[in-house]
C-alpha cells in the first residue's frame, strides 16, 4: 500500500507543478460549466420549473456536473494506450507492483487536483449567478452522493482501462477510446440531465452503467431519489463496478498474454 | 501572385493527400474517431430538438433558427479542423527539429506547420452539416439572396479569425516550446459557440464580442442571416478579423526572428 501512496504524493506534486497546463483545463472546464449553465438559465426564464428542475435545482445540476466531471471523467487512458503502443509499459512489468494500482494511484492524484479547483470554480459561480443554489439538508443526501460518485468514479476508471488495453492488440485504439469517452459524457448526462431526452431513449440509457456515472449522483443529491430507491440504486451501481472491474481485469490479463516487447 | 498560389496549393494537396492516406491507413483508429464525431454531433442535435419539445423558443430563437447558429459552428469549427490542424502538432513540430527542416525548405514555415496536415475524417462529417445547414437555410422564411451573400461572407471572416488564433499559438509554440494546451483551452472555450450569444448574461456577451470574439465566430454569421446584425456590427467583423490576423502574422513573424532552434 505504501509504494501506492508514494506514487499518489508523487503525481500530486507532478500534476501541481504544472500550473499552466492545470490552469488551462480548468479554464476550459468553465467555458463548458458556464454555457450550459447560461443555456439553461434561458430555458427556465420565468417558469418556476423546466423538466421538473426548479432554477436552484437545474443550477445546482450544473455545478455537480463540473465537479463530477473532475472527479469521473479525469483518467489516463490515453497514457495507457500511448506506455502499451511505444512499450513503456515494460518497465511497470518488471516492477514489484500491480499496474491498475499504481494507475489508480495515479488516477486519484489527478482527480485531487481538479476536485479541488472545481469547487473553487463553483464557489465563483454561486458569486455571480442569480436564483442561488440547492443545498440538501439530509446529511444522508451527501453520504448517498459521496457513495455513487466514488463508484461512479471507479465505474470510469475499470471501463476506460478496458477499452484502452485494447491497444495490446491494435496500435489503433485510440479511435475507440475517444468514442468511448465522447459517447459516455452524453449518455452520462454530463451535458443535460438525461430528463430532456425521449422516454425511449433513457429507459435504453437507464439499462447500462452510463446514467450511474452523472446523472444518478446529482439526482441523489438533488434529493430527486427517495432515499430507499437510492440506495437500491446503489446496489445495482456496485453491481456495475464489480462488472467493469471484472472486465477490466480480464482483458489486461489476456492484453498482458498477447503482448511482448523487444529492446529496452 | 498568381503562380505563387498556384504552387502553395500544389504543396497543400500534396501534403494534405498524404496527411489523409495516412490516417486512412488506420482503418479502426479512423472509425472510431469518425463515429465519435457523429456521435457528438447527432446528440447534441437530439438534445436542442428534444428541448424543442418542451419550449416554443430559445433566447427568442426558434427550434430552425437555433438549429442555423449550431450548424454554423460545426461549420467554422470543422473548417478550422479540416485546414489548420497543423497547429494541434506543432509543439512536437518545433522539439523534435521539425521546424528547422520547415525553416530550410522553399516555402512559408507558417503554411507547413499549420496547414500541412488534414483531418480527412472532419472532411466526411462537413459534407452532412453542409446539407444540413441547406435545408434550414431553405425551410427558413425567405429572406433574400443578399442575406445569404452576407451569411457566406461572414462565415469565411470567421474563418479567417480562427486562423487567427491558430497563427498566434503557433507563434507562441516557437516562442515558448511549451504551451501545448493553448490550442485545447481555444477549443474548450469555442463549446460556448454551440448556443446564441444571446444566451449569456451581458458581461458574458461582451466578453466573447470583444474579448474572445467567439460570438463573431459563431453566432454573427446566423444573426445576418436572420437581419438581427447591423451594418456597424458587420463592419466590426470584418475590422477584427483584419486586425487579429495583422496582429498575429506579425507576431509570428517576430517568434520565427527569435527562434534559435530547439532540437535536431
Known amino acids: 500500500?505504501?509504494?501506492?501512496?508514494?506514487?499518489?504524493?508523487?503525481?500530486?506534486?507532478?500534476t501541481l507543478q504544472r500550473r499552466w497546463t492545470l490552469l488551462m483545463d480548468r479554464v476550459g472546464g468553465f467555458a463548458v460549466v458556464l454555457s450550459l449553465y447560461s443555456f439553461w438559465n434561458v430555458l427556465l426564464g420565468d417558469k418556476a420549473t423546466f423538466l421538473g428542475y426548479t432554477r436552484p435545482e437545474m443550477l445546482t445540476y450544473v455545478l455537480i456536473i463540473n465537479v463530477l466531471?473532475?472527479?469521473?471523467?479525469?483518467?489516463?487512458?490515453?497514457?495507457?494506450?500511448?506506455?502499451?503502443?511505444?512499450?513503456?509499459?515494460?518497465?511497470?512489468?518488471?516492477?514489484?507492483?500491480?499496474?491498475?494500482?499504481?494507475?489508480?494511484?495515479?488516477?486519484?492524484?489527478?482527480?485531487?487536483?481538479?476536485?479541488?479547483s472545481a469547487f473553487l470554480e463553483i464557489g465563483l459561480l454561486v458569486l455571480i449567478v442569480r436564483g442561488g443554489?440547492?443545498?440538501?439538508?439530509?446529511?444522508?443526501?451527501?453520504?448517498?452522493?459521496?457513495?455513487?460518485?466514488?463508484?461512479?468514479?471507479?465505474?470510469?476508471?475499470?471501463?476506460?482501462?478496458?477499452?484502452?488495453?485494447?491497444?495490446?492488440?491494435?496500435?489503433?485504439?485510440?479511435?475507440?477510446?475517444?468514442?468511448?469517452?465522447?459517447?459516455?459524457?452524453?449518455?452520462?448526462?454530463?451535458?443535460?440531465?438525461?430528463?430532456?431526452?425521449?422516454?425511449?431513449?433513457?429507459?435504453?440509457?437507464?439499462?447500462?452503467?452510463?446514467?450511474?456515472?452523472?446523472?444518478?449522483?446529482?439526482?441523489?443529491?438533488l434529493q430527486k431519489i427517495p432515499p430507499q430507491e437510492a440506495v437500491r440504486m446503489l446496489a445495482g451501481e456496485s453491481a456495475w463496478l464489480a462488472a467493469a472491474a471484472a472486465v477490466a481485469a480480464a482483458a489486461w490479463n489476456r492484453g498482458l498474454l498477447s503482448y511482448a516487447a523487444e529492446g529496452g | 501572385m498568381s503562380g505563387?498560389?498556384?504552387?502553395?496549393?500544389?504543396?497543400?494537396?500534396?501534403?494534405?493527400?498524404?496527411?489523409?492516406?495516412?490516417?486512412?491507413?488506420?482503418?479502426?483508429?479512423?472509425?472510431?474517431?469518425?463515429?465519435?464525431?457523429?456521435?457528438?454531433?447527432v446528440f447534441f442535435f437530439a438534445f436542442v430538438a428534444a428541448v424543442f419539445d418542451h419550449v416554443q423558443t430559445v433566447a427568442g430563437y426558434t427550434l430552425l433558427e437555433t438549429a442555423l447558429f449550431f450548424l454554423t459552428f460545426n461549420i467554422v469549427d470543422m473548417i478550422a479542423q479540416v485546414f489548420f490542424r497543423g497547429v494541434y502538432n506543432a509543439r512536437r513540430t518545433v522539439n523534435e527539429g521539425d521546424f528547422d527542416f520547415y525553416l530550410i525548405q522553399p516555402c512559408s514555415p507558417l503554411l507547413r506547420m499549420v496547414c500541412s496536415s488534414v483531418d480527412a475524417l472532419d472532411v466526411i462529417t462537413l459534407f452532412p452539416?453542409?446539407?444540413?445547414?441547406?435545408?434550414?437555410?431553405?425551410?427558413?422564411?425567405?429572406?433574400?439572396?443578399?442575406?445569404?451573400?452576407?451569411?457566406?461572407?461572414?462565415?469565411?471572416?470567421?474563418?479567417?479569425?480562427?486562423?487567427?488564433?491558430?497563427?498566434?499559438?503557433?507563434?507562441?509554440?516557437?516562442?515558448?516550446?511549451?504551451?501545448?494546451?493553448?490550442?485545447?483551452?481555444?477549443?474548450?472555450?469555442m463549446f460556448m459557440g454551440r448556443f446564441p450569444v444571446d444566451v449569456y448574461a451581458a458581461p458574458v456577451r461582451w466578453a466573447l464580442t470583444f474579448g474572445v470574439p467567439i460570438a463573431v465566430m459563431t453566432s454573427f454569421p446566423a444573426k445576418a442571416f436572420l437581419g438581427l446584425l447591423s451594418p456597424a456590427w458587420i463592419a466590426y467583423a470584418f475590422a477584427l478579423s483584419a486586425a487579429a490576423l495583422a496582429a498575429s502574422l506579425a507576431y509570428w513573424r517576430a517568434s520565427v526572428a527569435r527562434y534559435t532552434s530547439s532540437s535536431s
Open chain 1, 69 to 116: 466531471r473532475s472527479f469521473v471523467f479525469t483518467g489516463r487512458g490515453w497514457l495507457l494506450v500511448g506506455e502499451i503502443s511505444s512499450g513503456r509499459v515494460s518497465s511497470y512489468l518488471v516492477r514489484p507492483l500491480r499496474y491498475e494500482g499504481y494507475a489508480l494511484a495515479l488516477d486519484l492524484a489527478q482527480k485531487t487536483v481538479h476536485v479541488g
Open chain 2, 129 to 189: 452539416v453542409l446539407a444540413m445547414t441547406a435545408v434550414v437555410l431553405h425551410r427558413l422564411p425567405p429572406l433574400g439572396f443578399a442575406r445569404g451573400v452576407l451569411y457566406a461572407a461572414l462565415t469565411l471572416n470567421a474563418v479567417a479569425l480562427v486562423f487567427a488564433v491558430h497563427v498566434a499559438v503557433a507563434a507562441l509554440t516557437v516562442r515558448t516550446q511549451e504551451l501545448e494546451n493553448a490550442i485545447w483551452i481555444y477549443r474548450d472555450v
Open chain 1, 1 to 14: 500500500m505504501k509504494k501506492y501512496l508514494t506514487a499518489y504524493s508523487i503525481a500530486l506534486q507532478e
Open chain 1, 133 to 221: 443554489v440547492f443545498v440538501p439538508r439530509d446529511p444522508a443526501a451527501w453520504a448517498l452522493f459521496a457513495l455513487a460518485a466514488a463508484m461512479a468514479s471507479l465505474i470510469f476508471f475499470f471501463l476506460e482501462f478496458a477499452v484502452s488495453t485494447l491497444a495490446f492488440w491494435t496500435s489503433e485504439s485510440g479511435g475507440p477510446l475517444f468514442c468511448f469517452e465522447l459517447f459516455l459524457q452524453f449518455a452520462a448526462g454530463a451535458f443535460f440531465p438525461l430528463d430532456v431526452l425521449p422516454e425511449g431513449l433513457r429507459r435504453l440509457l437507464s439499462a447500462t452503467p452510463f446514467p450511474y456515472m452523472v446523472y444518478f449522483p446529482a439526482r441523489v443529491l
Open chain 2, 4 to 41: 505563387e498560389i498556384r504552387r502553395y496549393a500544389r504543396l497543400w494537396a500534396r501534403t494534405a493527400s498524404m496527411s489523409m492516406q495516412a490516417q486512412l491507413t488506420y482503418r479502426l483508429g479512423s472509425a472510431g474517431f469518425l463515429i465519435g464525431k457523429v456521435v457528438r454531433l
